[in-house]
Each structure stands twice: as structure tokens, then as C-alpha cells.
């Protein structure tokens, strides 16, 4: 921890994201006014503005590595928590917020891909997290369920999703059923549990 940082910040160690982040937004203004007094004054400011930036990003950066929150809570607990909630998007921004990439990470990405019907993505995602940390039982066994769901799909003349960019549900033409949805339908409600996070348990 770089004290130094803190105290460019005018904050102690202890302080929330959200008091470092109200902090920072002051002493910001403060420098944006004064950069252009004349003289060393101005100069000052523009250097303190430079030293703050830096410092903010330092700071924001390290509580990320460090994988916790200001209440305690694991950052990876906060991802599986708006996933259980059905909050995608909120989940994905916690991900991408993310510096260091470990087996965990690529295992809730692929989680979220999953959500998104992104299955190929999922796939790829749960190899990554495999290679990774080979002994993790979740990890296998959440891949076995995949594999089984898509060569189910297969079998029953259904496929996996593999746009990147799939159209919304409610841009999707037509009404008819037809028996591959029928069976793709079938496929998600059996395999509802292929990431213990979909039924909430762990």
C-alpha cells in the first residue's frame, strides 16, 4: 500500500471507494481552477493535478487486485451475487473492472456468457479457467454440463449460439413453435443447474 498515494488523496487507508472517489473529485476541481493562476502558483496545480490522477488510479487499482470491497465482501462474491440476481450487465462490468485475470475470473465469465446464450464463448472461457487451475472440480464439472448440453442441441437438431452480438429477445420475429425450440427449450430447462450460481446454490 503506498501511503503516499492517501495522502495526495487527503484520505486515510480506511476510507470508502466512494470517500475516496468524492475526495479526489474535489481536490480535482480545486487544481482544474487554480492551473490557471500565473506564475509557480498555476504550475503547481497543473503538477498536483498530474500527482492526483495517478494517485486516484493507483489506489482504485490496488483494492481491485486485492479482490475486496469496502464492506469486506469479495469482489468475486459481488460478481456472483448480481448474477444470481439476473444483473448481466452489472456483473460484466464487475469483471471487466478486473486487472489480474485468475481461474475464478474466467470461470464467472463464462457464467455471464453462458446467460447471454453465448455458449461457444462459455465454452472457451471454461477452458481458459481449466487450464488454469486443472483441479478445480467446479471448473470440470460445469464444462462436462456444457458438453452435454451442446451435443444434446446437436443430436436434437438444435446448436449453440455462436453470434457474438445475438438479436434481443424482443427483436426476434415470429411466434410459431416449432420442435427445435421445442428441444433447444427443453435442453435449457434440464440443464438449468450447468453453473450451480443459475439455481443460487454453490
Not at 110 to 118: A, G, I, L, R, T
Not at 131 to 145: I, V
Request: proline share 2%; with cysteine; glycine share 6%.
Amino acid at each position: 500500500m503506498n501511503q503516499e498515494n492517501y495522502r495526495i488523496l487527503e484520505v486515510d487507508a480506511s476510507a470508502t471507494d466512494e470517500e475516496v472517489k468524492a475526495s479526489y473529485e474535489r481536490l480535482k476541481e480545486k487544481y482544474n481552477e487554480e492551473k490557471w493562476q500565473e506564475g509557480e502558483a498555476g504550475n503547481e496545480a497543473a503538477r498536483m493535478l498530474d500527482k492526483l490522477d495517478a494517485a486516484y488510479r493507483e489506489v482504485m487499482d490496488e483494492r481491485k487486485e486485492n479482490s475486496k470491497t469496502t464492506s469486506g465482501e469479495d469482489a468475486y462474491t459481488e460478481v456472483t451475487n448480481a448474477i444470481k440476481a439476473g444483473n448481466i450487465p452489472l456483473a460484466q462490468e464487475l469483471l471487466d473492472g478486473f486487472n489480474e485475470r485468475n481461474a475464478e475470473w474466467h470461470y464467472l465469465q463464462s457464467v455471464v456468457f453462458y446467460k447471454k446464450n453465448w455458449l461457444v464463448d462459455s465454452k472457451k472461457q471454461l477452458e481458459i479457467a481449466i487450464q488454469m487451475d486443472g483441479a478445480n472440480t467446479k471448473y470440470r464439472d460445469a464444462f462436462e454440463k456444457l458438453n452435454r448440453q451442446t451435443d444434446y442441441a446437436s443430436q436434437t437438431g438444435g446448436a449453440p449460439n455462436i453470434n457474438p452480438n445475438p438479436a434481443p429477445q424482443n427483436e426476434m420475429g415470429g411466434g410459431n413453435w416449432c420442435s427445435t425450440c421445442a428441444s433447444m427449450c427443453y435442453t435449457y430447462m434440464c440443464v438449468n443447474c450447468l453453473f450451480n450460481l443459475c439455481c443460487g446454490c454453490r
